[in-house]
């Protein structure tokens, strides 16, 4: 009976610990206006982008620099990715505390880019305000 009991007392303390490690491990990942952009911008998804788009935004494309109202930056980017079909793009870094920024290599069928984008805390939401391609 006294081995019974230090069995079934060994397989619920296994059990759980088990769940506990399980449950600790466990992470939600909701993703917010940055993992949005990111994953847009992998996608060559402008209205994925125009979602989060300030009603102006800069944009610098192989250091041709304008400031664009939303309108004229779905256009501008509609011809940009309708040129440059993405093949990949790797994030390499990011940062901010209230505005956030990222910087990575896009890869498209038209060349090599280094983008960078800028994310401003704007009321209670994010706002992209500036988009910069630059040939690599």
């Known amino acids: 009976m006294k081995k019974l009991l230090i069995?079934?007392?060994?397989?619920?303390?296994?059990v759980i610990s088990?769940?506990?490690?399980s449950a600790s491990s466990y992470e939600v990942t909701v993703a917010g206006p940055f993992?949005?952009?990111?994953?847009?911008?992998?996608q060559?998804?402008?209205?994925?982008?125009?979602?989060?788009?300030?009603?102006?935004?800069?944009i610098n494309i192989s250091g041709?620099?304008?400031?664009?109202?939303?309108?004229q930056a779905e256009i501008i980017l509609k011809d940009f990715f309708a040129k440059n079909q993405v093949k990949s793009f790797e994030l390499v870094h990011q940062g901010g505390e209230g505005?956030?920024?990222g910087i990575g290599n896009l890869s498209t069928s038209g060349g090599?880019?280094?983008?960078?984008?800028?994310?401003?805390?704007?009321?209670?939401?994010m706002v992209l305000n500036e988009l910069r391609f630059e040939n690599k």
Do not use: P
Not at 7 to 14: A, D, K, Q, S
Not at 44 to 58: A, I, P, Q
Not at 65 to 71: H, I, L, W
Not at 112 to 125: E, H
């Open 112 to 125: 090599n880019y280094r983008l960078s984008f800028f994310l401003q805390k704007k009321g209670a939401s």
């Open 7 to 14: 069995v079934l007392g060994i397989l619920l303390g296994g």
């Open 44 to 58: 060559g998804d402008v209205n994925g982008l125009s979602r989060y788009m300030d009603t102006n935004v800069e």
């Open 18 to 21: 088990a769940f506990t490690l």
């Open 64 to 71: 041709k620099s304008s400031s664009y109202s939303k309108a």
């Open 99 to 101: 505005s956030r920024f």
């Open 35 to 42: 993992e949005d952009v990111v994953g847009a911008i992998k």
